[in-house]
């Protein structure tokens, strides 16, 4: 089953597991980042524990604001004891995560089959 939200697509693999496909190059305004808040909330409240894997394979250019949403995700996904596991992301983008040390907190995979290993 596949759901289209703003900025994203939701897939499922199973019963569980949740794919969310960025569907922007650009995430960088305020109110896309608040779109993408409002989907991925209800969201992991919908699926607890979740099990989410995000994919950044559309995704060339971000903020930083993406990365506290990220950790907002993280933090919330965490609580309900679920698994957030990201994939697809562009080299260029990969370096912000090593620069910000995020690429120890966040597991990150270079790709979705990767990604989606185990937590079937």
């Known amino acids: 089953m596949e759901k289209t939200s703003p900025n994203m697509t939701i897939e499922y693999v199973g019963e569980e597991i949740i794919v969310a496909v960025l569907t922007d190059e650009k995430i960088l305004e305020d109110m896309q ?36 949403l990220l950790i907002r995700i993280s933090k919330k996904i965490y609580e309900s004891e679920g698994m957030l596991r ?23 995979h270079p790709t979705r089959e990767k990604a989606l290993e185990g937590l079937e």
């Open 33 to 68: 980042i608040q779109a993408l808040e409002s989907s991925f909330m209800p969201l992991i409240e919908q699926n607890s524990p979740a099990k989410l894997v995000v994919d950044f394979s559309n995704v060339r250019f971000l903020t930083s604001s993406v990365l506290g």
């Open 86 to 108: 990201l994939c697809c992301i562009q080299p260029k983008i990969f370096e912000i995560f090593k620069i910000t040390r995020l690429d120890k907190i966040f597991e990150i």
